[in-house]
């Protein structure tokens, strides 16, 4: 009688079909249509690193100013692509671990490492409604480095990459124009144009095409010129005079 006393009691288990995904995917009552275009690639000198500035969801434009080019540290820079919380909160929180481990360790971190950091801190939250979809740029004692970083933990290293809606137009823009040996200015120039273009056909991305360069001392930002204007400088005119038909050559 004394050994049932020392019994803990007794609780039913909940009732679910999955019990070890229990209570952690997230159900997403409203999914909203988001939208921008980023893009970034490795050089010679560095890495180009350039993003629009439209805050979208589904049709409606709610700013036309947003930074989606964040500062890590005074040598890598994060972009933003997704949920604009998201990837605020974590490349600010990811800024808070770099500058942690500077101090631990007296000496910077790599690009590898703080891409690697991220991931392993998206992945915990991997199945609870995040959407990050950004890109590590940076320079450290191996030199440039580049990765792409998703919500889900997923890691790409890579020479070039665009994210957002627009990347499918910005894609065709960089692979036909990207060489290696460029200068700054023609890879800033580059990375600009391919903006623009993917701003003129996708609806989701607009505002400002800004341009940022991480070379050896650091992070500069080149550039931050209105889409409409460049529209005038990339985009073909067309001829309003009418072409005359050819004169048919008799035998």
Known sequence: MGLLLLLP??????????????QKEAVQMVKP???????AFIFKEGVIVAADSRAS?????????????IEINPYM?????????????WHRNLGIKCRLHELANKRRISVTGASKLLANILFSYRGMGLSVGTMIAGWDETGPGLYYVDSEGGRLKGTRFSVGSG?????GVLDSGYRFDMSIEEAGELGRRAIYHATFRDGASGGVASVY??????????????VSELHYKYYPTVSTEASEPDQMVEA
């Open 9 to 22: 009691p007794a609780f039913e288990l909940p009732v679910t079909k999955d019990f070890d995904g229990f």
């Open 33 to 39: 249509a988001k939208g921008t275009t980023t893009l």
């Open 57 to 69: 969801m589904g049709g409606y434009i709610s700013s036309q100013s947003v930074k989606k080019i």
């Open 77 to 89: 820079l994060g972009t933003m692509a997704g949920g604009a919380a998201d990837c605020q909160f």
């Open 167 to 171: 990347s499918p137009y910005a894609y």
């Open 213 to 226: 360069y991480v070379g050896a001392n650091g992070w500069t930002k080149l550039s931050g010129d209105d």
